[in-house]
Each structure stands twice: as C-alpha cells, then as structure tokens.
C-alpha cells in the first residue's frame, strides 16, 4: 500500500505563504526558538467550544435555559484554555489581561446566539466541529474540520466558518471555505448550497455578521488543481523560503532564517539608495557604521592618518 499524504488548510496556507516553514513545522515538526503565545486565539477558540456544545449536545433544545447554559460555560473553557495552551499576557503584541478577555467572551457569546435566531440556523443536522477525511487524488488526502454545516428544512446546506477578529475582514481567506467545500463534496457527492464567514463580534448586526461567498464549481476546481500541485511539490521536498514581510513577521524562526535576513537587509540598501537619490539624509548602513566605530577611542573621535 502506498504512503499516504495528508493535507488539511493550514497546512496548504503555510506551504502557500513559505514552504520552508511548512517543512519547519509539518515535516521536521520543530519547536519554534521561543513558544507562540496563543493569546489571539482565546476568544474565538472559547466562543468556538461553547457553540459546538450548543449544537452537537442540542442545547438550543433547552429553551429559555439555553442563554443562561452558554454562559456558564465561558468561563469553564476559558480557564482550560489557559491551562492546555501557552498563552503569555507579558508579551509584547498582547494588549489584553486575563479579565478583559474573559469578558469579551461573556459579551460575544449572547450575540452569536441573537444571530443564530436571527438567521435560523438550526433545523435536521445541525452540527459544529465536523471532520472531513477525504481522498483528493491518489495517495493524497484532504483533512479539514468546519466549525458549522447546517441542513435546513428545505434541504438548504450552509457551511459556516466563524471568526473572532475585532477586524472584520482582515484574517479571511475565501479559500479556506473553498477548501471545506471541496472536502464536502468529495465526501457527500455535492457541493453546500451556501459558503459563509460569521463574524462572532459582530452578530447582532444583521448588516455586518455574514459573509456570503458562492461556492462556483469553477474556482473549487482551480484549487483542486493547485492542491494537486502543492502535493507533488511537497512530496519532491521543495521546501525554498519565500520570504516575504506580511507573513514573515508572525514567523516564530524569522530572526533565525538566513534568506529573512538577507530579505531586509537589500529592502533596507535599495530605501537607503532612493532617499540618497532624493538628496535625503539617512542612517549610515551597518558596514559604515562599524567602519566610524573603529575611529571611535577613549579620548573622543579620531582622524584617519592621510
């Protein structure tokens, strides 16, 4: 039997953004130079729990009990957050204590149930946390978990991801749905009627909760293709860094990664380079610094001998 290759979408974004990071974390499975605070992913990992309890033990079922049963989870899975991940209030992009983020969650929690009513987005299978294990081609395997799939009376299937970021749209990737949509459809033989992005800080405004995308045959079938791709390229070991700014810098190994560095620093001479064509003063480059460095003694600034 051959080897098989799984792939799941943070996987495929990684590769995406830089296959050498993919080979760092997915195929040499090291430990990053210093631990990754998960601070940012309390909230929606919290809001995430609790919603999958609200559908798959049908807690919606509890009536007028159901909002006062959500709450009380919050704090139960806040704290076990913190206790099974490393989350480090100290560090530098960490802009939250303990109590305010706990707080944001008893406050996200009764909006997201005011948007399910809304929407109605209960009805015959309605379900959070799904597994998708699927064959994609071959030995290459798709694996995927989508936070909701819904089934509705009228046969309508939704597909939901949700996302906590207090900025709407910035952390969504349509392609991420697309990928759920394809595994939905390897396993069930049809695409989900409806793709969308539920925006738990924003649920109590109808305008801005959702986002809807088509799930066209054309684009699932194009990322079809390049998953195919990135299966052979991973497995002929193509793992070059592609470093890039927007990605590198959330890279646990940027100051460890030669082509990182050699990256800024040409950024670094070719902005040098257009202020000295504008007649713009800049900092001396490291070389000139360390050179000026040299003439520097004990008794102040020296001058070159002729």
Known sequence: MSKQFWLSYSGYKTYRECPKKYRLTRVDKEDPPEPDSKHNAVVGSVVQRVYEDFYNNELWRSGKDTSKKLMELVPKYFYEFLDEEYVDFDDIKCRYNPLELLETCKEIVPKVLEGIKREKLIGPYAKSEIVLKVQLQSSYFLYGIADFIIRKKDGTVMLLDGKSSKHREKYVDEDQLLFYALAFQL????????????????????????????????????????????????????????????????????????????????????????????????????????EGSAMIGFGGVMEDDD
Not at 280 to 287: D, Q
């Open 187 to 290: 396993k069930h033989n049809r695409l989900p009627d409806k793709l969308g992005f539920y925006y738990y800080r924003f649920a109590d405004d109808p305008e801005q909760a959702f986002d809807w995308i088509e799930p066209d045959p054309k684009r699932i079938a194009a990322l079809r293709q390049d998953l195919v791709e990135t299966f052979t390229k991973i497995q002929k070991k193509r793992f070059g860094a592609t470093p890039k700014s927007s990605h590198c810098q959330w890279c646990p190994w940027e100051v460890m990664c030669p082509e990182r560095q050699k990256e800024k620093a040409t950024r670094r001479e070719k902005r040098r380079w257009n202020h000295a064509q504008k007649g713009e003063e800049t900092l001396p480059s490291l070389s000139q610094s360390n």
